[in-house]
């Protein structure tokens, strides 16, 4: 590449206004985030550039590049939701205040986009209420069938949503935790939605918050499935572009800072004062400026620096770390800052579809959890540090044998 080809910005094409997305930051060539290769397997695996940039249209934040789904979603998907009890607990409240506030008439309806193994739907169904969900990965919908959730594993958009419109009617709500954010093609989702919801029916997402992403410098949400991040600012340009209004946000602790959006018609729900809140919030912190945008790309730059740094380091003075979580996450961080087995000896992960496997892209063997307290390390990187509270109380054992927890989330620093 010659030095004018490097210089020249990289602009794409919002896929929600159409306007110039203008690159902010380049996280380099990486592989899938959730495709652990066997070894030996390592040669066939796919890489991408990620990229994220701005539309100086609409705000919205995306990647500069999309990954096909169906290399992202599928039979061998390893991504179990309840693998975690915070999440377990999280969603079964979430359902409960569903069916409280908005699935009160006779007969209601819910449609899950991306329900995976049935950590949400699940209690929908002990509540005998009809439901359906969408989850393409036939692993993971399996998963959520045998509990005995009703489940289409197909991709939600609009031919689809069309279908069970004409065989189920109209839904109430259509909800979808961390799977919006992972869908470039917005149009035809929101037709969808169009089409399924009943007139005073409410489209109720969460996903990683932006804001959240950038006070915390919390770069490795952005990965091959998170082709999104949005903000309260660009979701209400998105839905009013596609027909729909923001009419309450509420900011959720789960998964290092999520919101919840309500989508309604317009004109069938008043906003509620937190939308005004949020919005004046991300006016004043310039949440969308690119010099917001720049100076968090400087953090995730310092931030690899540091753990680079500290990583060599330990090693320098003989001891050892290994990493706690094999999250699709992680696997940014470890790409970005070139982390592979000679830093981390290996990752210790509750998931068997992740077990005795590799990590994209660097390789770091996958062993399963025990094997972190049958030898601790010195060092434990946390690579699922939004799941911290619940991982802290089950190995407490680790620091009181001495061991020690690096954090890079705010910034780098161990405990
Ligand atoms: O958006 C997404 C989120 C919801 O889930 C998906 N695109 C993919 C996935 O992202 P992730 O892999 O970064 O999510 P988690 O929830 O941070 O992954 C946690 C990982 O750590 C899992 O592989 C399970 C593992 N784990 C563990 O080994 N011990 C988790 C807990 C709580 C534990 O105690
Ligand atoms: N809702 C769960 C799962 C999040 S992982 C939770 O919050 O933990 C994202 C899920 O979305 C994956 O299971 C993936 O298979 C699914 N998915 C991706 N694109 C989708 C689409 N267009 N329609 C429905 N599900 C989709
Ligand atoms: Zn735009």
Redesign the pocket.
Known sequence: MTDLAKAAPSVSVCRICEGAVHEFLDLGRQPLSDAFPQAGETAGEFFYRLAVGVCDGCTMVQLMEEVP?ER??HED?P?Y?SGSSV?REH?AQTARDLIRTELTGGDPFIV?????DG??LNTVRDAGIRHLG????AS??KVAQDKGVRVRT????ESTAVAVRSTDGPADVIY????FC??P?VAS?LRGADALLGPDGVFVF?DPYLGDIVAKTSFDQIYD?HFFLFSATSVQAMARRFGFELVDVRRLPV?GGEVRYTLGRPGMREPTPAVAALLDAERAARLADPETLRGFAASVARVRDDLVSLLKEIKANGQKVVAYGATAKSATVANYCGIGPDLVAYVCDTTPAKQHRLTPGMHIPVKPANAFQESYPDYALLFAWNHSQEIMTKEQGFRESGGRWIHYVPDVHVT
């Open positions: 789904r992202m979603f998907y991504y939701s999440m969603f899950e986009i991306g329900c995976n950590i949400m969408f989850e393409p990965s993971v919908a197909e991709f939600f958009e979808s935790a961390n799977t992972h869908i093609y989702v969460e499935e998964h």
